[in-house]
Each structure stands twice: as structure tokens, then as C-alpha cells.
T-cell receptor, first 114, second 113 residues
Framework: NAGVTQTPKFRILKIGQSMTLQCAQDMNHNYMYWYRQDPGMGLKLIYYSVGAGITDKGEVPNGYNVSRSTTEDFPLRLELAAPSQTSVYFC?????????????FGQGTRLTVV | KQEVTQIPAALSVPEGENLVLNCSFTDSAIYNLQWFRQDPGKGLTSLLLIQSSQREQTSGRLNASLDKSSGRSTLYIAASQPGDSATYLCAVRSIQGAQKLVFGQGTRLTINP
């Protein structure tokens, strides 16, 4: 029972490089989310998706892009990495609005931009 | 805009004590509230989910209460153990902006043997 899987677990990027953080869930959840967590802070929403083909911005979307071509996958793209994007990134999923709407999180990707 | 606050930011207690963690939110129009545990360098583990129509939920030594009208939730941990040491986060799903979870900053709990 894999749940929400994120890859990679760690990554160091140079300023200006780009990368894609991968997120996959095997629970057939409609809703998927990307959050970032800075030291001593709560989680801030970057982007979310309510289903395949539908994405929307959260609180802090600048510098990021997402796509949702399948129910299972929700990759987060960083273009032109900046030191301000050094953070821990969490992907989450949720079934939907009916019944139990518990959110499940991946183990995170720790990203350092130098 | 929903804002979630957790006080205190850090708490240290001796093993065996019962303790309460607090979570407050500004907009009482919510679908549910969820408590998470986060171990250092790890992801979030869901502990309890309380729907807006519920007053409390229990799981083992954990009991979470919800007072929607006053915008407050508490997480009660009975007979604390060193293994309970972690950061505890609460998150609220508001009716407005219902797709999103809004998080508090967490309470870092240390249980001393």
C-alpha cells in the first residue's frame, strides 16, 4: 500500500537550473496538492488539482508550474531555481468532498538551491 | 481569509503527564479539522480528522475536540511517552476555498524520560 510517493527525497540545485519534483498516488484520489514548508513555519499551498486536467494556484505559486495529465500523477516543475525556493516540498492527496476527506501526505522532497 | 494559530510553539513535559495542544482558527465556517504528527525530517502522519458536525474524536491515547463556534480545537494526549515527541500540526478545511487545507505553524513537543 504505497499511498503518496515523492521523488527524489533530496536534491541540490544551482541557481537558474530547473527540475521536476514527482508525486504519485495509488489511492484513486481526485484532489492533489503541493505544499512547501520552511523552517519553523507551517505548510503553504503552492498549487492544487481537483482532477485530471484541472489545476489552480495556491498561496505561493510564483516560480512553479504543475500539470495533471492523469489521476495518479501531479508533478511540480521549478524553472530558474532561486535560493528562496530552498524548502521541503510535500505532496498530498484527498479523495474528495463526500465522506471521509482525510488528506494523506508523502514523505517530502528536501530541496536546496545554491 | 482563514488563519490558523497554534500555541505554544514548543512544549516540554516529563514522561507520564497528560497534556493539551491548542489550535485556533479565525473563520468558523469549516468542513473539518485534521491533526497531524511530523517527526524530524519526515512527512506528515494523519492522527485524527474531525468533521464540523462532530465534537470530538478519539484514537488510543489521543483525543481531539472541536468547538467550531469559538474557533478552537484541542489535542489531548494521555500518559505521554518519549515516542510522542514530534511536531503536531493542525489544519482546517474552510467552506470558502474548500479545496485547500490551511495549516498552523505547529507545536514542537518533547517528552522527557
Amino acid at each position: 500500500n504505497a499511498g503518496v510517493t515523492q521523488t527524489p527525497k533530496f536534491r541540490i540545485l544551482k541557481i537558474g537550473q530547473s527540475m521536476t519534483l514527482q508525486c504519485a498516488q495509488d489511492m484513486n484520489h481526485n484532489y492533489m496538492y503541493w505544499y512547501r514548508q520552511d523552517p519553523g513555519m507551517g505548510l503553504k499551498l503552492i498549487y492544487y488539482s481537483v482532477g485530471a486536467g484541472i489545476t489552480d494556484k495556491g498561496e505561493v505559486p510564483n516560480g512553479y508550474n504543475v500539470s495533471r495529465s492523469t489521476t495518479e500523477d501531479f508533478p511540480l516543475r521549478l524553472e530558474l531555481a532561486a535560493p528562496s525556493q530552498t524548502s521541503v516540498y510535500f505532496c498530498a492527496s484527498r479523495l474528495g468532498d463526500l465522506g471521509n476527506t482525510e488528506a494523506f501526505f508523502g514523505q517530502g522532497t528536501r530541496l536546496t538551491v545554491v | 481569509k482563514q488563519e490558523v494559530t497554534q500555541i505554544p510553539a514548543a512544549l516540554s513535559v516529563p514522561e507520564g503527564e497528560n497534556l493539551v495542544l491548542n489550535c485556533s482558527f479565525t473563520d468558523s465556517a469549516i468542513y473539518n479539522l485534521q491533526w497531524f504528527r511530523q517527526d524530524p525530517g519526515k512527512g506528515l502522519t494523519s492522527l485524527l480528522l474531525i468533521q464540523s458536525s462532530q465534537r470530538e474524536q478519539t484514537s488510543g491515547r489521543l483525543n481531539a475536540s472541536l468547538d467550531k463556534s469559538s474557533g478552537r480545537s484541542t489535542l489531548y494526549i494521555a500518559a505521554s511517552q518519549p515516542g510522542d515527541s514530534a511536531t503536531y500540526l493542525c489544519a482546517v478545511r474552510s467552506i470558502q476555498g474548500a479545496q485547500k487545507l490551511v495549516f498552523g505553524q505547529g507545536t514542537r513537543l518533547t517528552i522527557n524520560p
